[in-house]
């Protein structure tokens, strides 16, 4: 995995080959269908070249025109989505795949993502075999998994054929996930991550805001540029254009070693979302 530099706001990261995703992108999680055009347009006009979406989200049709209304050449932008637990299944998976270009009107997927282990189903194995598939043929450029464990991630790299070119996970400050992310990096799976600001309660620490004022920078540039540093993909959410522009715009500073560890002690193990152990709800309503 090597990172490059790109445009003024914008560093690359290779995930595989002939395959560069831009490090800070767009999330879209929570974003109602009818915003959802408007803030994509709004994020791909300020500099965006990389949404994240899901079909749990159900807001794939609403970033599908967004692309088209901006009109940017196809290569310009990377478009991630996700598999709904409820679509596992090798079979399932291809269908669910086809179901999501049509939402988006693309023709391939930049990088396809298992949203979950869903240990319930047992059925990630199997779908990982489809994605193997898509990739194969060219209908995702690139394929990775989302909130998978060390456990999952071992037993890909005993018997895949192609390991995971990401592995998404819920990441910021206080649930550093210090362990995975060393794995990851010994197998060459990209780390990206999701709830980059704890869903903004950390912004509010003392120590955030301390290296804020030492930078004259907002709480979210600083840890966004944590992010960055440790050479993470990052998909922070907002559906303000004032925020889109303050979060792409991290490249004019740098964390010194000091204030990298400062922040990485902050670390408490404080997951906000589900637990992937045993998240195993269908996503499908």
């Not at 679509?87 to 270009?101: F, I």
Request: glycine share 8%.
């Amino acid at each position: 995995m090597t990172i490059t530099p790109s445009a003024p706001l914008r560093t690359t990261i290779t995930i595989a080959p002939d395959m560069d995703i831009p490090q800070l992108g767009l999330g879209v999680f929570q974003i109602p269908p009818e915003q959802v055009q408007r803030v994509v347009e709004e994020a791909l006009e300020v500099g965006y070249r990389h949404i994240d979406t899901a079909a749990a989200y159900n807001n794939e049709s609403g970033v599908g025109a967004a692309l088209r209304a901006v009109g940017l050449p196809r290569d310009e932008v990377v478009v991630t989505t996700k598999l709904r637990n409820g679509e596992q299944g090798y079979d399932a998976a291809l269908r669910a795949c086809s179901d999501s270009l049509a939402r988006l009107g693309l023709d391939r997927l930049d990088l396809f993502l298992i949203h979950w282990p869903n240990p319930e189903a047992g059925l990630w194995p199997e779908t990982w075999r489809a994605f193997e598939q898509l990739h194969a043929e060219g209908t995702a450029r690139a394929v990775g998994v989302s909130n998978f464990l060390p456990e999952h991630l071992q037993e890909l790299a005993r018997t895949a054929d192609v390991l995971p070119a990401v592995n998404q996970i819920e990441l910021h400050p206080t649930h550093a996930r210090g362990d995975l992310a060393a794995l990851q990096a010994e197998l060459g799976i990209a780390v990206e991550s999701y709830s980059p600001l704890g869903q903004g309660a950390d912004l509010t620490l003392p120590e955030i805001t301390r290296i804020a004022e030492e930078h004259h920078v907002t709480p979210a540039q600083v840890v966004l540029r944590w992010h960055v540093q440790h050479g993470y993909v990052v998909i922070p959410k907002t559906t303000s254009r004032v925020r889109l522009v303050e979060n792409l715009d991290v490249n004019g500073f740098s964390l010194t070693t000091e204030q990298m560890r400062r922040i990485d002690a902050l670390d408490a193990g404080h997951r906000i979302g589900n637990d992937p152990s045993t998240f195993s709800i269908s996503q499908i309503r």
